[in-house]
């Protein structure tokens, strides 16, 4: 039964279309965004338009920017040689927010799962590759995530990068701040214990 008259369902069906947002969440910004005023719905929906319009991918490292060339990759303070592939422009986000990375990124756009399809063809690895045959790149940085599929691209990436005859290195991953030894995972504690560091 519809409680909602047809804009509004229409409006909560969009917003429940986005990734981690169910119908309850989706209505209350739906009721949110009803009761903002006009100049700000309209400022809202303009942004998104323009966001969608503008934002193109970066012609060297694939991560989201205004201009043909990013931010991060058009800075000549940054380490050109070091490149960290990254699955996604949100972890290019989290590790930029460190503060401690000086070098510049490749951003894959997902990482290989032949369950859902998406094969090394459908990421930016061949691109990766034909950066790292015209620049004098000295190390590559795999950071995907420590999932199975991350983990296969890994592999795949460090076959490829290790043939161009370049250093290619994977992140360390372990422990999280805070957490019980006996509820982490064998494959977690195992890469903890690889990517130890002397005291």
């Known amino acids: ?3 909602y008259s047809d804009s509004i369902n229409t409006l ?7 990734p981690g947002i169910g119908p309850k969440s989706a209505g209350r910004l739906a009721f949110h965004i009803l009761e903002m005023p006009e100049d700000r719905v309209k400022s809202l929906s303009e942004s998104i338009l323009t966001a969608r319009q503008k934002i193109r991918l970066c012609r060297e490292c694939f991560n989201l920017s205004d201009e043909e060339v990013c931010t991060v990759c058009g800075n000549p303070k940054r380490n050109h040689k070091l490149i960290m592939v990254v ?3 949100a972890d290019l986000v989290a590790y930029e927010k460190t503060g401690q990375y000086d070098g510049v990124y490749h951003v894959l756009h997902g990482a290989v799962n032949p369950m859902i399809g998406v094969q090394p063809e459908n990421l930016k690895l061949k691109e990766l590759l034909q ?3 015209r620049e004098d790149v000295e190390e590559v940085i795999v950071a995907t995530n420590s999932t199975v599929e991350g ?10 990068v290790k043939q161009a005859g370049i250093r290619v290195t994977r992140i360390a991953s372990g422990v999280p701040v805070g957490g019980a030894l006996e509820y982490v995972d064998e494959m977690t504690l195992y890469r903890a214990l690889e990517g130890r560091i002397d005291l």
């Open 87 to 89: 699955e996604e422009p």
């Open 1 to 3: 039964m519809n409680y």
């Open 151 to 160: 983990e296969a691209t890994a592999l795949l990436i460090s076959k490829y």
């Open 131 to 133: 950066r790292l045959a």
């Open 12 to 18: 909560i069906q969009e917003l429940s279309g986005l």
